[in-house]
């Protein structure tokens, strides 16, 4: 199976959140697969140009797009350790990719961008630039400024920092999907930088490193930017 994965000027890089997501639901399954880096702007070597975005899964007979349907499609297709296996995990879930999009995308953002648009391939910069820019209305540089990113930041991060304190994942006693959806903003963080940039309690921290640790040191292998 093929995963397209976006890459920056560094093709060993690979920052997408969503590509992340389809990463780790690859690895939970036990699913082999191999990655094909694509650029930002140049489309025309996606497998569905159309689409323009990823990850995108080709299996040989299908090609699947958007990181959900390949959750789901994995969840269909493939046997072994569910993803989720009642529906208090499917509906908690739902709560931590929505948290996740009030709560920490909105902050992790702002202050990524500009580091994202910095280690782009040349090609890129330009196209990556003006479609943020032009979805947010402000410029990279003024959204790294914005007042509060870490204040708000931290205070989500105390939120998780709840269930966590209290379990090893958030699926318990081993990561469920949500533990991969929330894992993943944080490899997108990693993906540009290794330096701390917000302060996260000790479960937070404790509970990344059980991640990056998972298959094999997955996550922890993987090369960041910086
Ligand atoms: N809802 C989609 C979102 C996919 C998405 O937005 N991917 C971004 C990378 S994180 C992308 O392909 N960006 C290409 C672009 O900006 O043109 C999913 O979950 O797969």
Redesign the pocket.
Known sequence: MKLYD?ALADIDVR?????W??KFAMLHKGVAFETEPVR??D?THYPDPEH????ILVTGEETI??????IAWLEKNVAGEPFTTTGAERAASDFYQAWLGARIYPFLGPMLFVKVWSHAHEDDKD??RD??EKKFGKTLEELAATSGLTENLEASLQTLAAPLARHKFLGGDKPFVADYQVMSAFM?QRSVTLKPLYEAPQAVEAWKERMLDLFDGYGRKAKSAE
């Open positions: 976006l920052p997408s959140p969503w590509c997501l389809a930002f702007a489309k323009g975005r990823v990850p797009t958007d990181s959900a349907r390949i196209y990556f479609t943020r997108w």
